[in-house]
């Protein structure tokens, strides 16, 4: 069972925060209660963390039998996440084909925040911080011409 308390902050968008040691996003708690990004200022970040790190369901021709998907993809055109769980499986030996697989994958997985039209274009750099973690960047420029960059590990088999 799940408690959930309401709270009077006005603030925006839930405020996700990134648990780098565990590889995973989470909902950041203040005094017991979700905490809120003040006005909405770190909505856009939200959003990329959603893109890139919701497990997308796999294509059909996926050779796992666990597919993964969020469920509400059900009725979208669209599914929202991205494919870079599946890199867990997967044997690529040479590194230089797997950052050109998870920058691909990233892309992919931004280009509804473009369709929407969130962001005007989308940068990804990624790049390997250790010899089992990558780095990926993130630069995205607003219609207004603005950017924003954001920046996460990910650990690579």
Known sequence: MVSVTQTTNSGGDIEIVWDTPNGRGDWAMENGTVAR????????????????????????????????GWWADTYRAQPIGSLLWTLNRSKIANRAQLLQRIRSIATDALQPLQTAGYVKSISVRVGMATNDTAAIGVSLTRPDGSTSQYSWLWQVP
């Open 37 to 68: 990004t003040p006005s909405g200022i770190d909505t856009l970040k939200n959003m990329v963390m959603i893109c890139l790190f919701t497990d997308r369901v796999a294509p059909p021709d996926y050779t796992g039998t666990d597919r993964r």
